[in-house]
């Protein structure tokens, strides 16, 4: 794997990058489903913010682990997002989960880093951590690969 080219340098580019980044998330309604909201974009680097919700928790009353990976999912994968460039999709091709500690808290953060980012897949790390009462704590670490698509025959 070759290593791709930077989205773009630079202030203009960088605000371009985080526009398509928020512009993307917002037509992905399953994280407004989950009422997930994008907190920080920089290249190679998203963060998600999703509030704890009874409707979200799993029979032992903790976030289920189908939205923690969800979150960590998409952390890595707009982090991927940021290093392609505007005319390139992202798609989830694999990851690992591991679930580190019961997933309890008032809030859960999800950052996803790019790891390496080569022509068409990208290695990504995502975290999720709890946040309780001012105290952050890691609870999941995925790692997860993810592909780079050339826009065309997608529909927005």
Not at 6 to 31: K, P
Not at 59 to 75: K, M, P
Request: hydrophobic share 45%; proline share 3%; with cysteine.
């Amino acid at each position: 794997m070759s290593e791709a080219p930077a989205a773009g340098s630079g202030e203009a580019a960088d605000e371009a990058m985080a526009r398509r980044v928020h512009a993307s998330f917002e037509r992905q309604r399953f994280m407004a489903t989950l009422g997930a909201r994008l907190t920080a974009v920089e290249p190679g680097r998203v963060s998600i913010a999703l509030a704890f919700r009874d409707d979200l928790i799993q029979q032992h009353g903790f976030l289920h682990a189908g939205v923690v990976t969800t979150i960590a999912d998409s952390a890595c994968g707009y982090a991927a997002l940021t290093r392609m460039p505007p005319d390139f999709a992202v798609l989830s091709t694999e990851f690992k989960i591991n679930l580190l500690a019961p997933a309890r808290g008032e809030s859960f953060e999800a950052v996803g880093t790019v790891l390496k980012a080569g022509r068409t897949l990208l290695v990504c790390r995502g975290e999720v951590f709890s946040v309780d009462g001012g105290q952050r704590k890691r609870i999941a670490e995925m790692l997860g690969t993810m592909m780079a698509i050339q826009r065309a025959g997608l529909s927005d």
